[in-house]
């Protein structure tokens, strides 16, 4: 039985071991067609969002389109982070470019409130003090 499926089956065909210059066009053709599933998911998630506006919410009718679709967990976190990016752009524009587009001009340095990270870490302290 062995040799038959050897015959039928030889090593020389089917082997193992491809050339660097092959894995490398397989490589970058396994990642387009990966890239392009996830902007295919994102685009009918998206669609899903719209359809299905007025009855819950966006974050729901994307958590909604990947359990429908049934997609794996790896895939299914970069669809609904693809897809949230998407309608954020939508949503809330970047401050940057809401001002380029308002002809406000840039904010310098000097003008920010200054951060005040450490703050709450020392009032912390002194609460432990007292």
């Known amino acids: ?14 082997s193992r071991k491809i050339d660097p ?27 899903f969002v719209d359809t299905l506006a007025e009855d819950m919410t966006f974050d ?4 909604s389109y990947i359990r429908q679709m049934s997609i ?7 669809v609904a982070t693809r897809t949230l ?7 809330v524009p970047y401050r940057r470019r809401s001002r ?3 002809g406000a001009p840039s904010v310098d340095e000097a003008s920010r409130p200054p951060l005040r990270l450490g703050e709450s870490a020392e009032a912390r302290n ?3 003090r007292a």
């Open 1 to 14: 039985m062995w040799s038959f499926l050897k015959r039928l089956f030889p090593e020389n065909i089917f």
């Open 21 to 47: 210059g092959a894995e490398r066009r397989l490589r970058l053709a396994q990642a387009r067609a990966e890239e392009s599933i996830i902007r295919s998911h994102v685009d009918n998630a998206l669609m």
């Open 60 to 63: 729901r009718a994307i958590d």
């Open 72 to 78: 794996p967990e790896p895939l299914a976190s970069t």
């Open 126 to 128: 002194r609460a432990k």
């Open 100 to 102: 380029e587009d308002a």
């Open 85 to 91: 990016v998407i309608l954020g752009q939508d949503l």
